[in-house]
């Protein structure tokens, strides 16, 4: 089973930039699918970057172009880099991997259960708090 850890997460001011690493082990986490995830209070958990074994990404809209999600193969880390923060981002932040597929399935992802079942590994979370 794959253990996932975050780290990275705090305070940022609107507009500033924050980055976000996720340690998967014991398996190399450029084998297989990986995504990031995050719930916001009140709010059901959604999909918001995702990464392939080969390193073709999907984003959702609300995050397109103000992040990225990037691997470093050799030392087994996730890292979601945060630019151009809004309020609106803060919210609990997950990485998951799903370790039976080398292919993520594209975002957006339904909200719920449907559009989490694809992974099965999460990490704790990390919490992100975007003042205004």
């Known amino acids: 089973q794959v253990q996932l850890m975050e780290s990275g997460g705090g305070s940022a001011q609107s507009g500033g930039s924050l980055r976000l690493s996720c340690t998967a082990s014991p398996y190399t986490s450029s084998s297989y699918c990986m995504g990031w995830f995050r719930q916001a209070p009140g709010k059901e958990r959604e999909g918001i970057a995702t990464?392939?074994?080969?390193?073709?990404?999907t984003y959702a809209d609300s995050v397109k172009g103000r992040f990225t999600i990037s691997r470093d193969n050799n030392k087994n880390i996730l890292y979601l880099q945060m630019d151009s923060l809004k309020p609106e981002a803060t919210a609990m932040y997950y990485c998951?991997?799903?370790?039976?597929?080398?292919?993520?399935?594209?975002?957006?992802?339904?909200?719920?259960?449907?559009?989490?079942?694809?992974?099965?590994?999460w990490g704790q979370g990390t919490p992100v708090t975007v003042s205004s």
């Open positions: 990464i392939d074994s080969d390193g073709m990404t």
């Open positions: 998951a991997a799903d370790p039976d597929s080398v292919f993520c399935s594209p975002l957006p992802y339904p909200l719920g259960e449907v559009g989490l079942a694809e992974y099965t590994s």
